[in-house]
T-cell receptor
Framework: DQQVKQNSPSLSVQEGRISILNCDYT??????FLWYKKYPAEGPTFLIS?????DKNEDGRFTVFLNKSAKHLSLHIVPSQPGDSAVYFC????????????????FGQGTILTVHP | NAGVTQTPKFQVLKTGQSMTLQCAQD?????MSWYRQDPGMGLRLIHY???????DQGEVPNGYNVSRSTTEDFPLRLLSAAPSQTSVYFC?????????????FGPGTRLTVT
């Protein structure tokens, strides 16, 4: 039972345009969501996150939106750059009081983003 | 500060062989974990540890053993490798009470079992 799903295996966009990556989850206990970026032959690196008490978090060109009622989150990259080409993983976890967590993450399947010059 | 290191980078095993995947971190992190990444499945948690001498199972623990004798090292053992264990394995670490997003992943070990 896949609790976090990324239904688009791949996405191709033109440089300068917006990239929108989507993620759905089923577990109502998840209260913290993260996006990781992964280049070939490297481990995932943290990109941006959002707590369930917010519906938007922005960091430079990257914005994550959370729709709790729909159990859906999305990552917007504006403008997209060729260096953004990578695999993007959505992940979710349940945090303890105070917002910390051991870090047991449930990942989606990943979306391969290709940004063409 | 090397971060999270994993050895070997690549390994080919025959069915039934045993091996240990090494993971080490030099950040004094209490929490360490192992994930496997398979096509179409994302990363799945195998085992984790909240400190030396303490380990617990994740989502897919069968076929794997772990132990944590030091803070720095968290080896993953395959006692009798099976083709279903062909995967890329990632180790990760963080401070136990640190922020969720401050978890660092190693570069991975690509394992093929024939």
């Amino acid at each position: 039972d896949q609790q976090v799903k990324q239904n688009s295996p791949s996405l191709s966009v033109q440089e300068g345009r917006i990239s929108i990556l989507n993620c759905d989850y089923t577990n109502s206990m998840f209260d913290y969501f993260l996006w990781y970026k992964k280049y070939p032959a490297e481990g995932p690196t943290f990109l941006i996150s959002i707590s369930s008490i917010k519906d938007k978090n922005e960091d430079g060109r990257f914005t994550v939106f959370l729709n709790k009622s729909a159990k859906h989150l999305s990552l917007h990259i504006v403008p997209s750059q060729p260096g953004d080409s990578a695999v993007y993983f959505c992940a979710a976890t349940t945090t303890h009081a105070g917002g910390t967590s051991y870090g047991k993450l449930t990942f989606g399947q990943g979306t391969i983003l290709t940004v063409h010059p | 500060n090397a971060g999270v290191t994993q050895t070997p980078k690549f390994q080919v095993l025959k069915t039934g062989q045993s091996m240990t995947l090494q993971c080490a971190q030099d950040m004094n992190h209490e929490y360490m974990s192992w994930y496997r990444q398979d096509p179409g499945m994302g990363l799945r948690l195998i085992h984790y540890s909240v400190g030396a001498g303490i380990t617990d199972q994740g989502e897919v623990p069968n076929g794997y053993n772990v132990s944590r004798s030091t803070t720095e090292d968290f080896p993953l053992r395959l006692l009798s490798a099976a083709p279903s264990q062909t995967s890329v394995y990632f180790c990760a670490s963080k401070f136990l009470t640190g922020a969720v997003n401050e978890q660092y992943f190693g570069p991975g070990t690509r394992l093929t079992v024939t």
